[in-house]
């Protein structure tokens, strides 16, 4: 989906150049359309290498973090002097 918005906006950035070259409004509407739809392809290609990272690398479950953050939180307190 990334490649296909980087495809997109070269579409819409030769469109814009000829609507300008050759002052045609069905060219500029054009070169707005392919814009919008990149964006819309940029939005869910980056949603779905989210989705495949998250599968890939989960983080610590609803419990939080380990038993072992406390007692490193409190060795750091203590030489810290604060405990």
Same mark, same amino acid.
């Given at each position: 989906? !990334?490649?296909?918005? &980087?495809?997109? !906006? $070269?579409?819409?950035?030769?469109? &814009?150049? !000829?609507?300008?070259?050759?002052? /045609?409004?069905?060219?500029?509407?054009? /070169? !707005? $359309?392919?814009?919008?739809?990149?964006? $819309?392809?940029?939005?869910?290609?980056? #949603?779905?290498?989210?989705? #495949? #990272?998250? &599968?890939?690398?989960?983080?610590?479950?609803?419990?939080?973090?380990?038993?072992?953050?406390?007692?490193?939180? $409190?060795?750091?307190?203590? #030489?810290?002097?604060?405990?």
């Amino acid at each position: 989906m !990334i490649v296909a918005s &980087l495809l997109l !906006i $070269v579409v819409a950035v030769a469109l &814009l150049i !000829i609507g300008l070259a050759d002052g /045609s409004d069905g060219y500029l509407v054009g /070169s !707005i $359309v392919a814009s919008l739809l990149a964006s $819309v392809a940029l939005v869910l290609g980056g #949603r779905q290498y989210a989705a #495949r #990272r998250a &599968l890939e690398h989960p983080v610590a479950g609803p419990s939080g973090p380990g038993p072992g953050f406390a007692a490193g939180a $409190v060795r750091r307190l203590r #030489r810290a002097g604060l405990v």
